[in-house]
């Protein structure tokens, strides 16, 4: 006689909330369901694989409406793209060729949209099969639509007949790769059902993997974001009761914690980026409102990096002392204050101008960004010591003393060779701006100005843009005495992103400006600290390439075990301490 299986629901129910439950803050992890015939489908290894791992799965249906994937996207920390059917080749400007099976048009478009969407966000992503395609395509890079004609030279069999959650062939995995980090073994037994797959990786990206004959089967970033995909599927093995790819969604789930963790953190705390040179690109008729490609902060950036507020600067070239010269310059000053504010009130539903530490608390809690206003080079005020005042009424928090190259005010760092420190006039200045509550900002200022503007200001300085000379040795940046100095000052000192102060050779990346930042935490104290990324100046590092990577350097924060507070106070806490103490009358 057949049994069948009776479902209790009143007791299942009262079985759960016989105890308390131990919450558990696990990330919510999108996976994109298979399109076919009118139904989303998903097999069971890919949420399986992400709830052992521990991940919540929340499988992503095939939407079309674009406001429907950004809010998605919004309420996830980690995105799994799934196989599936092949991709129409006419989205990657081909013509399809006889070997191509079925596609599903409406389902390339989301993933595509999808993955980039995703990785402006920062979002962790793991491509599986399909997936790792639609990463290379979504990205600029080129498939093959069937690796057995299209490759030169022979296949091994890439379809096979034995269960799914078995191995059927090899893959060699690069040694310095992520994937032989999570594996530890440079030949990996893998499955493998795919006649499509990856030509050229995109740019950002690397092979990690391939198989005997070639086929790449694996790649990640090289840009310092969590991407990483894979030709075979991983998730089959856990339904065989075997872990042998757990590490890869480990991988996932583990990166995905971090970011959900730093996402929790901006949401409690003010962002401040100390030093942004945008408007150097008015000119060019950009659009702040936009996703503009010319540009490094804008609101959508800024958005997608979790970052509250930025300093935007009037930067003024250094170029001769006339008295014409002098006045044009101030006229310039102006105009760019006045394009800032243009440019926010055209926007002032999701932007507005701050003027005080407690102006942005208040924008956030409004739910907008905020613009505050900044002059590089006190060369705007001229000889009229009045402008200082001036400015300071127009609601600029700071003044640089000098750019590069000397001005009436002081030496600077660049084209100094007389050595000068702070002069006569530069001294009336600096205390003209602690009375009216304007900070005297020393970078770019040479080393006898700035041990002159120490000993001259009775309230603390900053330097808004500048990284440590120990670890790169550039006149710009601070030496230790220095940044000692500071400190003792009371001062803070903000790490630029700009790789000429960060590293003599190679390429920096998001790396260097930690470990810059660590180097001026051991001299100065975690008080005296920040970042001042010099966007659309000369800023912007692979991992922190415009303000909407900004939340990558916080998941790096938090890897190098930063607490809470330290972290709230690296992100502009301590700017805005010496803001408010400037300020006060």
Known sequence: MKTFQTFDISAEYDAIHRTFPCHKDAPVIGLTGNFQEGA?????????????????????????ETNSLINSLNALDGLLLTGGADINPLFLGEEPIKELHSINPRRDRQELLLAKLAADRQIPILGICRGIQVMNAAFGGSLYQDIHV????????????????????????EKDSLLYKLF?????????????????????????????????????STECKSMMGVQWHPECFILENNTCMMPVFHWLIQESTSFREAKKLHNRMITLDSHCDTPMFFDQGINFATRDKKILVDLHKMTEGHLDATIMVAYLKQ????????????????????????????????????????????????????????????????????????????????????????????????????GLGVSTFGEQVIKEMNRVGMMVDVSHAGEKSFYDALAISGKPIVASHSSARALCDHPRNLTDDQLKALA???????????????????????????????????????????????????????????????????????LERYSE???RLIWGGNFLRVMEEVQRK
Do not use: W
Not at 351 to 363: G, S
């Open 488 to 558: 003792a000052k009371g001062g803070v000192a903000q790490v630029c992103m700009y790789g000429g102060f960060l590293r003599k050779n190679g390429e920096a990346t998001i790396k260097d400006a930690i470990e810059h930042l660590n180097h001026m935490v051991n001299v100065m104290g975690i008080e005296h600290v920040g970042i001042g990324t010099d966007f659309d100046g000369d800023g912007g590092i692979t991992g922190c390439a415009s303000a909407s990577e900004l939340i990558n350097f916080t998941r790096r924060l938090l």
């Open 40 to 64: 989303c489908t998903l097999l069971e290894g890919y949420f399986t694989s992400i709830l052992k791992a521990g991940g919540i799965p929340f499988i992503i249906p095939p939407v079309d």
């Open 150 to 173: 299209q490759m030169e030279g022979e296949r091994i069999k890439h379809d096979q007949d034995l269960g799914r959650g078995y191995a059927s062939h090899t893959v060699r995995i």
């Open 319 to 418: 170029l001769e002392r006339t008295d014409e010269a002098l006045s044009a310059a101030t006229a310039k000053a102006d105009r760019i204050l006045n394009e800032i504010e243009e440019m926010v009130a055209k926007n002032c539903t999701a932007v507005d101008i701050a003027y005080t530490p407690a102006d942005l608390c208040r924008l956030k809690k409004a739910g907008k960004k905020a613009v505050m206003l900044g002059i590089e080079n006190g060369y705007a005020i001229g000889k009229d010591i009045t402008n200082v005042e001036r400015f300071r009424h127009r609601g600029v928090v700071y003044m640089t003393l000098c750019h590069n190259g000397n001005n009436d005010i002081c030496g600077s760092a660049r084209y100094n060779e007389e």
């Open 565 to 567: 507070e330290n972290i």
């Open 184 to 220: 530890e073994t440079e030949i990996l037994p893998v499955n493998s059902f795919h006649h499509q797959a990856v030509k050229e990786v995109a740019p950002g990206f690397r092979v990690t993997a391939r198989s005997s004959d070639g086929v790449i089967e694996a790649m990640e």
